[in-house]
């Protein structure tokens, strides 16, 4: 297996942007970028923990899921990802994983967005892995100064 390359220009970036964000505008992140990269978790495995994870999340913004049903949420993502064989998918559900944790601790939204690259990274074929890798940060970048536009008006 290739090691994983991150976009470490962007990944800064990305830090330094998050720091000025609410926890809200850092949940509908986290979760969309888990979104983006579910599918190379359902590729592989008929469960739906890691969908339900990032599905908890958006709840809990609507206020429909109480911090302790997101922790369940979250906890069932992560084993979920400790018996994936694909690390592609192993990575996509420890994305939901954290990205619901994100209703609890602010700072599990970068590691949503690390393991959403991660994912992304795994598959890739891989003369284009960090060419991908490259673009999810950047997409992960843009629409987190989008969210934050709009949370300011």
């Known amino acids: 297996m290739i090691k994983f390359f991150d976009n470490e220009e962007f990944a800064a970036k990305i830090a330094e ?12 992140w986290s979760t969309d970028c888990a979104e983006r990269v579910l599918k190379n978790y359902e590729r592989y495995y008929g469960n739906n923990n890691a969908k339900m994870a990032i599905l908890a999340g958006r709840k ?6 109480s911090i302790i049903e997101a922790r369940k949420a979250a906890f069932a993502a992560h084993s979920a990802a400790r018996i994936a064989a694909y690390p592609e998918a192993c990575f996509a559900a420890r994305s939901a994983g954290q990205a619901v944790s994100t209703v609890h601790v602010s700072s599990h939204a970068l590691h949503a967005a690390t393991y959403a690259a ?14 991908n890798v490259a673009e999810e940060r950047r997409w992960q970048y843009a629409h987190l100064t989008e969210l934050l536009k709009r949370s300011d008006e």
């Open 60 to 65: 809990w913004l609507s206020r429909e899921v």
């Open 17 to 28: 942007l998050a720091k000025t964000a609410d926890q809200k505008a850092l949940v509908v």
């Open 118 to 131: 991660k994912s992304v990274f795994f598959a890739s074929p891989n003369e284009f892995a960090a060419e």
